[in-house]
């Protein structure tokens, strides 16, 4: 009865290679994020969708690209990899209520890049 | 930009001493503040937030954490720590739907 789960845990992946990450939330949230944690631990917001639609893109490069199928599930994927994306990508939830509220965070996929 | 900071990047306390983290944000309306814990290897939970009224904000674990706009602090504190404290402490602001991080503070509790 996992709130927010990713899917994998540990990535572990060559240069130039093309991988996916899951996420699933059954909480019947509307939006859902996709995080970076870097290896200091600084975390920041790559992109937002509210019920399939993108609302938040930062300045993300184009290699990466979320897919949202239903308002359940926000996927991860990331074309090309580079040394630079070697990290810990969080998924999170929140019940959109036009302010900040709750989001729910997942466990984490934790991405090495050889 | 709203923008939040945490002076502090390491903290030690002993176990059962009072534990104060400092947070400071910049922004201009009424800010929404959180503060997250993230223990080693897991996802980040939430130990409380403020949104508006009343200014001492009571979260899970016997947390707390004082909205002072004077001072742009929304400290966290707890009176008594735990050694299962041990973890990493975020602040985070929003004034929309996007949340913005402050860089942490870890936390060591000696036994």
């Known amino acids: 009865d996992t709130a927010v789960s990713q899917t994998p845990k540990y990535l572990v992946t060559q240069m130039g290679n093309d991988k996916s990450i899951k996420c699933e939330q059954n909480l019947g949230h509307d939006t859902m994020y996709w995080y970076k944690q870097d290896s200091k631990k600084f975390l920041k917001i790559m992109f937002s969708y509210n019920n399939k639609e993108l609302i938040i893109n930062e300045t993300v490069p184009n290699r990466f690209s979320p897919k949202s199928p239903d308002k359940a599930h926000l996927n991860l994927h990331i074309n090309s990899l580079e040394l630079g994306d070697s990290a810990v990508y969080f998924c999170?939830?929140?019940?959109?209520?036009?302010?900040?509220?709750?989001?729910?965070f997942g466990p984490g996929t934790r991405l090495t890049v050889l | 930009a709203q923008s939040v900071t945490q002076p502090d990047i390491h903290i030690t306390v002993s176990e059962g001493a009072s534990l104060e983290l400092r947070c400071n944000y910049s922004y201009g309306a009424t800010p929404y503040l959180f503060w997250y814990v993230q223990s080693p290897g897991q996802g980040l939970q939430l130990l409380l937030k403020y949104f508006s009224g009343d200014t001492l904000v009571q979260g899970i674990k016997g947390f707390e954490a004082e909205f002072k706009r004077s001072q742009s602090s929304f400290n966290l504190r707890k009176p008594s720590v735990h050694w299962s404290d041990a973890a990493e402490y975020f602040c985070a602001t929003g004034g929309g739907i996007k949340l913005t991080f402050g860089t942490g503070t870890q936390l060591k509790v000696e036994l």
């Open positions: 999170a939830s929140s019940q959109r209520t036009g302010r900040p509220d709750t989001q729910y």
